[in-house]
Structures are given as C-alpha cells and as structure tokens.
C-alpha cells in the first residue's frame, strides 16, 4: 500500500508538471511513456492488493476488499475537501499580503505627499522671510 501511494504521488507529480512550461531535456514522447509505464504499475498493484484482499485474507474479516474501497473512497473525499480549504486558506493568505503590500504603498504616498507640501511651504515662507521685499516692508531689519 505504501508502495502504491509512493507511485500514486509520482505519477500526480508528473501530472502536475505536465500542467507548466517543460525546460528539461526529455521529450514529450519519452514523458507521455513514463506516465502510461506509472499508471500501468499503479494498475498492476492494485489489482495485486485486490487480489491478495479477496482471495488471500482470512475469512473473519469478511468482505475486507469492499471494506477497504468504501474507506478509501472516505479518505480521498476528505482529503479533497482539506485540499480545498488548504488552497483556500493559501489564496486568502496572499490575497491579504498583497492589500498589506498595497496600503503600506498607499501610505508612503500620502506620507511623501504631505511631507513634499510641508517642505515646499516652508521653502517658500523661508524665501518670503528673506526677499527684500519683506525686508523693506518690515520696521525691524532682518539680520
């Protein structure tokens, strides 16, 4: 059984990089018989754990094939929905990284704002101050 998950995970794993751009060295042909030689295995075990469930387990256990398949069935609907919820909980993960990354954005904007205004306001009221027109309008004689 666990050698049947291990062949099992292979062959997802090929499925899954079958789904992305391919930079490796093998040929599409060479890939297509590496995955029809996994799934032919993955047939040929289970057909021999079938078997050996049918034919070779003691009576008392009864019917263990259909037993097995029921809770394997069980399994695998659980496991999806926890994979659902995984890749839910990963999409709302990063949805919530990105609105972080977009208000800390939003507020070194607003901040180099108001600072660029308070700056050029004082710049401005600095050369008000120091312009001879002032100055000369001025009773007391800037120094």
């Not at 990354?101 to 710049?123: D, I, K, N, Q």
């Amino acid at each position: 059984m666990d050698a049947y998950d291990e062949i099992g995970k292979a062959f997802l794993m090929e499925e899954a990089q079958a789904k992305e751009v391919y930079t490796g060295t093998q040929s599409i042909g060479k890939r297509a018989l590496n995955r029809v030689i996994i799934r032919s295995r993955l047939d040929a075990m289970l057909a021999e754990l079938r078997e050996t469930m049918v034919y070779k387990a003691p009576p008392e256990l009864g019917d263990l094939w259909g037993k097995y398949e029921k809770m394997w069935k069980q399994i695998i609907a659980e496991q999806d929905e926890a994979h659902k919820r995984e890749t839910y909980r990963m999409q709302q993960e990063r949805l919530n990284r990105r609105r972080m990354v977009r208000r800390r954005w939003e507020y070194a904007t607003w901040f180099g704002a108001v600072f660029f205004v308070v700056v050029w306001l004082l710049a401005v009221l600095y050369l008000l101050r120091e312009s001879l027109t002032y100055r000369l309008l001025s009773s007391y004689v800037w120094r």
